[in-house]
């Protein structure tokens, strides 16, 4: 077996959409939304055939970008979008153990690429969220930094580095090297000139730039760097001969011809920029200044909410993993009119919470065949159906592997707990089995799609459960009902032993959910104490497999039902909130 180099060891694989989204607005990626110039599309319909069969010639579109930008063509290197410039630069003047400087939080591939190379990292943490400061960096400045990147305007944050302050960090640092990162420039208040311009004073400086955020040449992958002659003879070395494509040096020389459809877009980006950031501090979100085409914004403990919300609505945003960035959304800027559709799916509304087992499924032949046969399995005699519904009615048995000891130990027959849930497992849900997983096939619906596509045209859907995680999503899955719930507790979500009946799972939900009024829907006395506890209106169910409807209905209001609803369909007819009213 043969092992890749060292420094892949802690690398993760960038993650990338195999096929085209389906959704309504990708936001996720900072694309322009509102597409190329009609040069571009104009162009393509008659292009010359030997921009397919001859190897790509740069000549012309290097001239191109001379004349712009009163530079010679030996001043620039023509790349497969900013990505490739900057690993170009870094394998170039970058050596294993010298270090990098960066921001953080900034775009990710600088940083992935100097470690490829086996150089060290330093990310400098922002003081103030989010502006950058020039002595915070220059502080952290060590005798082995080689490369400061910065991005300006800085992805995600969207803050601007002036070039008067680039120029201030150039004087100081002659012996690093500054890559400066201007993929957002056009949307800032600053020319990108005045950058550019700061090449011919500092031999140290490269700036790199893709056509893929103003242009919306994204899927052509284009992009340029434009250093010193000495530096750009060096890229040379590293780069591949001809890795940009005839079609994204053709589709460039277009774009750069028509400096009308640029203006036109920025202004709508304005626009609509405004709109969205005044839209979403109304509803009590925190969207940063941005001087780029997108907006991070703030959502605190609503992030996970707010995401899963616009993704039933088919729009498409970026979350992130990091701590420092996990209350935040990155939001690429639409139309005004798309504008609009974001804020409308992230308006409050009234939101419902359905425990799954006896409300959603039926599972008389899963769950409760499980504990039958367990029960058999260590007793060696059948349980009957009341003593399983006894003991469900007694409450603080929600887990069934609980319920299925208490019964044991009822009979006196002692059964080693971790045994208890390994022979429980196998029965209901062993995911390593081929074909059926287990009882767990054997569920059917009480609610079904169609139940809560109707309601999710009202309401929004989240799930309260004491099923793991992926046994709720299994069987959610299976019916394909999980798209419509934005927002799921299941048993790892809650601290360990404070399941149902204790209120810890619902209390998060109105910690990390935003609704006008909020309903719980479900079938047991736990589930009545947990809503009770929690402060939280609570109608119950009458489950599939109840032995006493009467018996049942007393018991869910005598631990805090506000009603009792025979069929879960007929939430669909009652006015619960307009009740919730009445009873408060």
């Not at 950031?277 to 991070?296: K, T, W």
């Not at 005598?558 to 919730?580: C, H, P, S, T």
Request: charged content about 25%.
């Amino acid at each position: 077996m043969f092992e890749s180099k060292k420094t892949l060891k802690d690398i993760k694989c960038y993650s990338i959409d195999e096929f085209y989204p389906d959704c309504i607005l990708k936001l996720d990626s900072n694309e322009n939304v509102f597409g190329p110039s009609e040069n571009v599309i104009s162009a393509f319909k008659n292009i010359d055939i030997k921009r397919f069969n001859l190897y790509p010639c740069y000549g012309e579109l290097l001239n191109v970008l001379s004349e712009r930008f009163s530079f010679g063509k030996e001043n620039f290197i023509l790349t497969n979008g900013c990505d490739e410039a900057i690993n170009v630069v870094l394998s170039a003047y970058l050596n294993a153990n010298e270090e990098i400087l960066s921001v953080s939080p900034t775009f990710s591939m600088p940083l992935l690429y100097s470690k490829i190379i086996g150089a060290k990292c330093y990310k400098v943490i922002y003081d103030d969220k989010w502006k950058f400061s020039k002595d915070m960096l220059l502080s952290n400045l060590k005798e082995n930094t080689k490369v400061i990147y910065l991005a300006s305007p800085n992805n995600p944050t969207g803050d601007i580095i002036e070039p008067c302050i680039v120029e201030e960090i150039l004087q100081q640092c002659n012996n690093n090297i500054i890559l400066l990162d201007l993929t957002y420039v056009n949307y800032s208040d600053y020319d990108e000139r005045d950058y550019y311009n700061l090449v011919k004073k500092y031999k140290n400086l490269v700036c790199v730039k893709s056509f893929s955020k103003d242009y919306a040449l994204a899927g052509l992958r284009l992009g340029f760097i434009l250093a010193s002659e000495e530096m750009i003879l060096e890229f040379k070395k590293v780069i591949s001969p001809y890795s940009v494509n005839s079609l994204a040096v053709y589709a460039g020389i277009k774009a750069l011809e028509d400096k009308k459809h640029f203006a036109s877009i920025r202004l709508e980006v304005q626009k609509s920029k405004e709109f969205l950031m005044n839209e979403l501090r109304l509803l009590g979100f925190m969207p940063y200044e941005s001087q780029a085409n997108f907006v991070l914004v703030n959502f605190g403990e609503h992030a996970e909410f707010a995401y899963n919300k616009l993704s039933k609505e088919g729009i498409k945003v970026r979350k992130f993993a990091s701590e420092e960035l996990k209350t935040c959304l990155r939001i690429g800027i639409p139309s005004v009119l798309d504008a609009k559709k974001i804020i409308a799916a992230l308006t409050p509304r009234k939101l419902l919470v359905f425990d799954l087992d006896g409300v959603v499924f039926d599972v008389s032949n899963s769950y409760r065949y499980a504990i039958q046969k367990t029960f058999e399995y260590f007793a060696h005699e059948e349980c009957k159906p009341c003593e399983m519904q006894e003991a469900k009615n007694r409450g603080g048995l929600s887990n069934d592997w609980d319920l299925t000891k208490f019964l044991l130990d009822k009979k006196g027959i002692s059964a080693n707990y971790s045994e208890l849930v390994t022979v429980f497992q196998d029965i209901f849900y062993n995911p390593e089995k081929s074909g059926p997983k287990g009882a767990i096939d054997n569920e059917k619906l009480v609610l079904d799609a169609k139940f809560f596509q109707e309601l999710s045209k009202t309401y929004d859907l989240a799930v309260f459960t004491g099923r793991p995680k992926a046994e709720a999503f299994y069987s959610l899955k299976k019916f394909n009902l999980d798209k419509y719930f934005q927002y799921f507790v299941c048993l790892e979500d809650v601290e360990n032993g404070k399941s149902k009946p204790y209120p810890d799972g619902l209390l998060k939900i109105k910690k990390n959910c935003f609704y006008t009024n909020l309903c719980f829907f479900g079938d047991t006395v736990d589930d009545a104490k947990s809503a009770r506890d929690a402060d939280v209106l609570m109608y119950g169910i009458i489950p599939p497999n109840a032995v006493s409807i009467e018996h049942t209905k007393e018991n869910l209001k005598n631990f805090g039902a506000y009603d009792v609803i025979d069929n879960a369909r007929d939430i669909l007819n009652r006015n619960l909130f307009k009740e919730m009213e009445k009873c408060q």
